[in-house]
């Protein structure tokens, strides 16, 4: 199903940085060549990594291996075996260790052991005639940093096979790791606290998981699952013998299954419509040669939209992501966009840029039924705009925050009424990437809606990157403004937050406060654009300790972060965060990297959970099924309360939202009112679509502050959008598959960084 209606101006062009000139196939200039279809092997080295190849004197041998040489191997050779028992092993120094050899249909298993414990009985067979070389066969990055030892085990065998099997050795890649800029070492503990002791008030930071492919991109979509999406890089987790670039990482078990994409989803946005389907949007075209898009599908994804439905079910062997550019696409090219949920559960897609790049600036576009709408708001805010901060009002209009300006767009009349600009300079949206919510709604005060804008840079967006610095002070402002009458003639009401940061996480809690993390305190969003960069990133002086926000406090009095556990990960460019169902926070990403690295401030896999004190008191448990709610209308189900009873209830209802480069997309908690008796709660609907548009929530019980876990309900009738058949068919005949293809193929230089 096709989004109803596809909204916004898409902007964009861009000079070249230094980087950009030494990397030519750099984020959507394209090397000739690169879009054409080749053998694709997943073999790569990130700076930072160390391989060793078969001949390696590091890697010792048992049983009867067999040399072979060619040009398509590592080093130009591969030993391999089909003695059942025969082992390879290395003793290496790093957190993380890659194995790669062939696969054919005479390859079998294998168990895979690290420091004398079982890890994985690895299958090395595929359905291939011409063996499929240099493929990574294992891989684990969660090591302590010190030193292992890895061995191989050739089992002999695969079912349905009755002669031995073959294994073999291309290669290791061993992940050293750089442990010197953690956070026991950071300014924040300087005052020789441990992390350890920082965590004195029942909050708790756990490392556990790894997402597989890098998390820029996520979204609960069920009580056991969250969708991860990435660029096309070299992730470890493979899908049809190419690295994968999405899965679906499993809450409970930590398990992780690839999903296949057909386009670059580079920095895409997304969104659930009103019937639970979500969509995602945009992207880029090739990033680069070798890690072409051509060799796995389509090559662009600068005008995708990818459709993932409704994946309830624990087991998630049959969810998939739907792509076909042929029959849905955007009529525009669209990269760093921001896609919401509107009162009718369609999606409106705001911003973004028509190719590849950093500051943004304007190409006009003219548009009706279906095709782009110009918004001046989008042009008068140029540069620092893509990814604009936009909420879905109660009155049914959308607020959005760009640059340093604000405005309420009413998009039934398009017509945009200016806020007050947001104060000392400060600008909020990529690349000076601040991070926005819109505060708890309550029938209370007739949800009167209240805006929280936090961090960014007052970086000058009119300087090239040549004289901004890694080490320019990010902002520690926070902005709220209530938006009506009285509020919007009183403007901003300014706070600071304990830390400046540019690039920070700020999720609801089930509570009503809200947690912020990630991001640093100097520099701003983005790599290979500015001077003074660590590894690649524009952003330094990562800020490790989360802060608690509570919204009802008096000013000077809402920020907290005695006694919140400090991380020892840096979280900077492409990290995300969101609140789960089970009411802990999930910490992933971090890459600002042009393709996986393991140089400082390298490609962060490992995923870290933040978990609230309420979690390990006895809570509230809703104990039947929530059937849909409608607006203003009731249900009721099964609530056991704990110790049989409650001096204060609360009933929550939370968009988890969709979450990419600090914009927290829908993210929205609306009290719901309701009564209670005999262990039976009766709950009303939201009034209207526009208090809660329609589409998936995740409904909280708050019995005197300790939430219970989250149960997904649909609001509204949980139908889809209304569908305009003649704006589909205007976009599929004013728009072209692909379309910027024809610029990049006929060498035209696009400028893009």
């Known amino acids: 199903m096709i989004p109803s209606p596809i909204w916004v101006l898409a ?21 000739p060549g690169s879009v054409n279809f080749a053998p694709f092997t997943p073999y790569y080295v990130p700076p930072g990594a160390k391989s060793y190849d078969s001949t390696s004197p590091f890697v010792s041998y048992r049983g009867r291996w067999t040399d072979h040489y060619s040009t398509s191997y590592v080093g130009k050779s591969l030993r391999s075996t089909t003695d059942p028992n025969a082992e390879v092993a290395m003793t290496f120094s790093g957190t993380g260790i890659e194995w790669f050899g062939n696969c054919d249909k005479n390859h079998g298993l294998a168990i895979v052991m690290i420091d004398g414990q079982p890890m994985q009985e690895v299958d090395s067979h595929c359905d291939q005639a011409i063996p499929r070389k240099q493929q990574r066969l294992f891989w684990k990055y969660d090591l302590e940093p010190t030193t292992h030892t890895i061995k191989i085990i050739n089992t002999g065998k695969r079912p349905g096979s009755n002669k031995n099997t073959a294994i073999d050795l291309d290669a290791f890649i061993v992940t050293r790791g750089d442990t ?11 005052n020789g606290s441990t992390l350890a002791n920082r965590a004195t008030a029942g909050w708790t930071l756990i490392q556990k998981g790894t997402t597989g492919v890098h998390a820029m991109q996520l979204a609960i979509i069920s009580t056991t699952h969250a969708l991860i999406v990435d660029k096309v890089e070299h992730n470890p987790v493979t899908i049809d013998g190419h690295p994968a670039w999405a899965v679906l990482y499993n809450l409970v078990d930590h398990s992780l299954k690839p999903l296949r994409m057909q386009s670059n989803s580079f920095c895409a946005g997304g969104s659930f419509l009103g019937n639970g389907t979500l969509i995602n949007v945009g992207g880029n075209p090739v990033v680069e040669s070798h890690t072409s898009a051509a060799d796995f599908g389509d090559v662009d994804g600068l005008q995708a939209i990818r459709l993932f439905e409704p994946c309830d079910s624990p087991s998630v062997a049959d969810c998939k992501m739907y792509e076909n550019h042929d029959r849905i696409r955007m009529a525009s090219p ?7 949920r509107i009162s009718d559960g369609s999606a409106m897609i705001i911003g973004g840029a028509r190719k590849g790049g950093w500051i943004n600036n304007a190409t006009d576009i003219d548009g009706s039924k279906g095709m782009p709408i110009t918004l001046p708001f989008l042009v008068k805010s140029l540069n620092s705009n893509l990814f604009p901060i936009a909420f879905s009002l109660p009155d049914g209009k959308i607020f959005m925050a760009a640059n340093r300006d604000a405005i309420i767009y009413d998009w039934e009349t398009n017509t945009e009424r ?33 805006v929280l804008i ?17 080490q320019d002070s990010a902002s520690a402002q926070c902005s709220r403004m209530v938006l009506d009458e009285i509020g919007i003639n009183l403007g ?39 001077i003074n960069q660590v590894g690649a990133s524009n952003a330094d002086n990562p800020v490790y300790t989360p802060v608690l926000y509570d919204p009802l406090a008096s000013n000077g009095e809402r920020f907290k972060s005695d ?62 099924d929530i059937p849909n709610l409608g607006f203003g209308q009731s249900v009721r189900f099964n609530v056991k309360l704990a110790n049989g009873g409650s001096n204060s209830i609360q009933v929550v209802l939370i968009d988890l939202g969709f979450v990419t480069h600090a914009v927290h997309a829908n993210s929205r908690l609306v009290y719901l009112v309701h009564s209670y008796q005999n262990g039976v709660f009766t709950i009303q609907g939201p009034p209207n679509g526009n208090v809660y548009p329609p589409g998936p929530g995740w409904l909280y019980i708050v ?3 300790v939430p219970s876990e989250g149960k997904k309900v649909m609001v509204g009738n949980g139908q889809g959008p209304p569908i305009d058949e003649a704006a589909m068919h205007n976009v599929l005949e004013n728009s072209s598959v692909d379309q910027y293809e024809r610029s990049k193929n006929q060498g035209i230089k696009d400028d893009s960084e």
């Open 180 to 190: 010197s800029y953690s956070a026991v070492n950071s300014p924040e503990l300087s």
């Open 563 to 624: 006694g919140l556990p400090s991380s020892s990960i840096p979280r900077l460019y492409h990290s995300v965060a969101t609140l789960t169902p089970a009411g802990n926070i999930m910490i992933a990403g971090s890459n600002p990297n042009l393709d996986r690295s393991e140089l400082k401030y390298g490609t962060e896999y490992r995923v870290e959970w933040l978990n609230p004190p309420y979690l390990l008191l006895e809570r509230p448990e809703i104990t039947g």
């Open 454 to 470: 936090c961090g960014g840079s007052a970086v000058d967006d009119a300087k090239p990157g040549y004289e901004i610095s890694s």
């Open 703 to 705: 019995a005197d502050g």
């Open 492 to 530: 901003w009401e300014i706070e600071e937050m304990p830390q400046a940061r540019v690039m920070p996480d700020a999720v609801l809690l089930p509570t009503g406060k809200i947690i912020v993390v990630n991001g640093g305190r100097s520099g701003i969003s983005g790599y290979g654009n500015v």
């Open 334 to 340: 669209r990269w760093y966009n921001t896609v919401i």
């Open 11 to 31: 902007l964009l062009s861009f000079p070249l940085t230094a980087y950009a000139k030494d990397h030519p196939a750099w984020n959507g200039y394209t090397t």
């Open 418 to 450: 200016y806020l007050p600009q947001i104060p000392n300079g400060v600008r909020v949206t990529y690349p000076m990437t601040g991070t926005a919510l819109l505060l708890p709604l309550s029938p209370d005060n007739g949800y009167t809606p209240e």
